[in-house]
């Protein structure tokens, strides 16, 4: 593991003691499932961790926000405003990590693990609205581009100030965050109980998120860098569907994480990162 990857591992075990002690249920998700059970733990070049919680937990989980020690902050639309996502991360706020596209957005820095929710998609094996899931994206952006917001700094006061336009211009969709809250709540249409198919909206995969619940089920524990993790109980279906042929190395050429950075510490609080960087 790598100094990134050692402090998620450390927010993964602080989210596990919370879902451990109010039994609630989550799976590792994607890329870290499949690191799971190809590498026992991370896959070398992955950048983060991903898990995924039912809509019923997950909501219990943000009622238990306070439950989390310091410097640990789950991060959600309601607990931080600025923030532009309909699911959460649980970050450590001692440390940085500034995420190019929330380079302008006043929110914790910290470096976190991503919580998806899983929502019903269908209550029948066929998935019949398909274009939900992408439908979402252009209404997210909207929100996404209405939080711009930091305290400017010199080097990059040209650029704020054209954001903070941006952002004025899209004001309407802010005010009360009622189009993100919309937006959830449209992904709550079909509760996860009812549904055959379920998975989390706004996932890089799309509508291949829509799963047989039963690929879920309760669950399977494996060992993920020594610690003992949950990934859904079919785990080979669910894999397949996602990746073809999971076991197979991509080409080298392949082999890079997807997030981008503008300024990364394990060491230094975002918010200590941010005056040393005025």
Same mark, same amino acid.
Not at 50 to 64: E, F, I, Q, S, Y
Not at 195 to 205: E, R
Not at 233 to 256: A, Q, V
């Given at each position: 593991?790598?100094?990134?990857?050692?402090?998620?591992?450390?927010?993964?075990?602080?989210?596990?003691?919370?879902?451990?002690?109010?039994?609630?249920?989550?799976?590792?998700?994607?890329?870290?499932?499949?690191?799971?059970?190809?590498?026992?733990?991370?896959?070398?070049?992955?950048?983060?961790?991903?898990?995924?919680?039912?809509?019923?937990?997950?909501?219990?989980?943000?009622?238990?926000?306070?439950?989390?020690?310091?410097?640990?902050?789950? !991060?959600?639309?309601?607990?931080?405003?600025?923030?532009?996502?309909?699911?959460?991360?649980?970050?450590?706020?001692?440390?940085?990590?500034?995420?190019?596209?929330?380079?302008?957005?006043?929110?914790?820095?910290?470096?976190?693990?991503?919580?998806?929710?899983?929502?019903?998609?269908?209550?029948?094996?066929?998935?019949?609205?398909?274009?939900?899931?992408?439908?979402?994206?252009?209404?997210?952006?909207?929100?996404?581009?209405?939080?711009?917001?930091?305290?400017?700094?010199?080097?990059?006061?040209?650029? !704020?100030?054209?954001?903070?336009?941006?952002?004025?211009?899209?004001?309407?969709?802010?005010?009360?965050?009622?189009?993100?809250?919309?937006?959830?709540?449209?992904? !709550?249409?079909?509760?996860?109980?009812?549904?055959?198919?379920?998975?989390?909206?706004?996932?890089?995969?799309?509508?291949?998120?829509?799963?047989?619940?039963?690929?879920?089920?309760?669950?399977?524990?494996?060992?993920?860098?020594?610690?003992?993790?949950?990934?859904?109980?079919?785990?080979?279906?669910?894999?397949?569907?996602?990746?073809?042929?999971?076991?197979?190395?991509?080409?080298?050429?392949?082999?890079?994480?997807?997030?981008?950075?503008?300024?990364?510490?394990?060491?230094?609080?975002?918010?200590?990162?941010?005056?040393?960087?005025?």
């Amino acid at each position: 593991m790598n100094e990134y990857q050692k402090v998620m591992l450390d927010v993964l075990k602080e989210f596990i003691r919370v879902c451990e002690k109010h039994n609630l249920r989550y799976f590792l998700v994607t890329g870290s499932a499949l690191g799971a059970v190809r590498h026992q733990g991370f896959i070398p070049w992955d950048d983060d961790i991903d898990v995924a919680m039912p809509r019923p937990d997950a909501n219990k989980l943000l009622g238990l926000k306070d439950e989390f020690n310091a410097p640990f902050f789950l !991060q959600h639309y309601r607990t931080d405003k600025g923030y532009a996502y309909p699911f959460m991360k649980l970050r450590n706020s001692d440390t940085t990590y500034i995420e190019s596209n929330f380079l302008y957005h006043n929110i914790n820095h910290g470096i976190w693990i991503d919580i998806f929710i899983l929502d019903g998609m269908s209550k029948t094996p066929k998935l019949k609205n398909r274009l939900k899931n992408y439908m979402f994206w252009p209404l997210f952006y909207l929100v996404f581009a209405a939080n711009f917001y930091q305290k400017p700094r010199l080097k990059t006061f040209i650029p !704020q100030v054209l954001l903070y336009v941006v952002s004025i211009l899209l004001l309407p969709f802010k005010i009360g965050n009622w189009l993100i809250k919309a937006m959830d709540k449209s992904m !709550q249409r079909i509760k996860y109980d009812d549904a055959y198919l379920v998975g989390a909206y706004l996932l890089w995969g799309g509508n291949k998120e829509a799963m047989p619940k039963h690929y879920y089920g309760n669950g399977t524990k494996v060992l993920f860098e020594g610690v003992e993790v949950v990934i859904p109980e079919k785990y080979d279906e669910y894999l397949t569907r996602r990746f073809g042929n999971y076991m197979e190395l991509p080409p080298p050429e392949k082999r890079y994480g997807h997030h981008h950075h503008k300024g990364a510490s394990v060491t230094i609080s975002y918010k200590n990162f941010y005056k040393k960087k005025r």
